[in-house]
C-alpha cells in the first residue's frame, strides 16, 4: 500500500465518496453505536450512570465531523472538563447542591441561575481558549440542573466521557481518520 493508494485514504472519504450520503451517514451511525454500546457496557457492568444526554452529540461530531476543530480530542475533553467544572460551580454558588433535580421539583430560579451561569461560563472559557466543542453546552446543564450531581455520578460521568472520546478518536484513526490539526486560527 503506497501513500497514494486508495486503501491509505480514510474510510469515511472512501465511503462518501463510493456511497454517498447514505454510505456516509451508515458509517456514523454504525460507529455511533459501537462507541455508545461500548460505553453503556461499562456502565452497567459499574452500575454508573455511563450514558447521558452531552456523550450521544459528542460521538456523532467526532465520527460525522472528525477533520473540524471542534470534534479534536483536546477540544472534547477540555470542552467537558470545563463543562463539569463549571456545572459544579454553579451547582454549588446557587445551593442547589443536594437539592431534587430540576426535571424532578421543577425549575426553581436557584436552577435557572446555576444553568443559565454554568453554560456562560462554559462558553466563555471554551472562548478564550479557543477549544470550542459545543456538546459540553449539555454537560454543563446536565450538572446545573442536578440531574446527575452528586461526587460519584460526576466522576462517572468524567471517566465515561474520557473513555468514550478515546475509544470514538481511536476507532477512527484505526480507519484512517485523523483529527484537524492545531492551528493559531483554531475557531
Not at 453505536?33 to 447521558?52: C, E, H, K, Q
Not at 462517572?156 to 478515546?166: D, E, G, K, N
Request: with cysteine.
Amino acid at each position: 500500500m503506497t501513500a497514494n493508494s486508495p486503501e491509505s485514504r480514510p474510510v469515511l472519504d472512501r465511503v462518501a465518496e463510493r456511497a454517498g450520503p447514505l454510505g456516509t451517514g451508515a458509517y456514523v451511525g454504525v460507529l455511533s453505536l459501537v462507541a455508545i454500546a461500548a460505553a453503556g457496557a461499562i456502565g452497567l457492568a459499574l452500575r454508573s450512570p455511563w450514558l447521558f444526554p452531552s456523550l450521544g452529540p459528542t460521538v456523532m461530531l467526532i465520527f460525522a465531523s472528525p477533520r473540524d476543530s471542534s470534534s479534536r480530542p483536546i477540544n472534547a475533553i477540555v470542552g467537558h472538563a470545563v463543562a463539569i467544572g463549571a456545572g459544579v460551580l454553579c451547582l454549588l454558588a446557587f445551593g442547589m447542591y443536594g437539592q431534587p433535580s430540576a426535571p424532578d421539583q421543577g425549575l426553581t430560579v436557584g436552577y435557572l441561575l446555576a444553568a443559565a451561569c454554568s453554560v456562560a461560563i462554559t462558553a466563555f472559557a471554551l472562548g478564550a481558549l479557543r477549544l470550542p466543542h459545543l456538546p459540553a453546552g449539555a454537560t454543563t446543564l446536565i450538572i446545573s440542573l442536578g440531574v446527575i450531581a452528586d461526587p460519584v455520578g460526576i466522576l462517572s460521568m468524567a471517566a465515561a466521557l474520557a473513555f468514550t472520546i478515546a475509544a470514538a478518536w481511536g476507532m477512527n484513526v484505526l480507519l484512517r481518520t485523523h483529527p484537524a490539526p492545531r492551528t493559531e486560527n483554531a475557531k
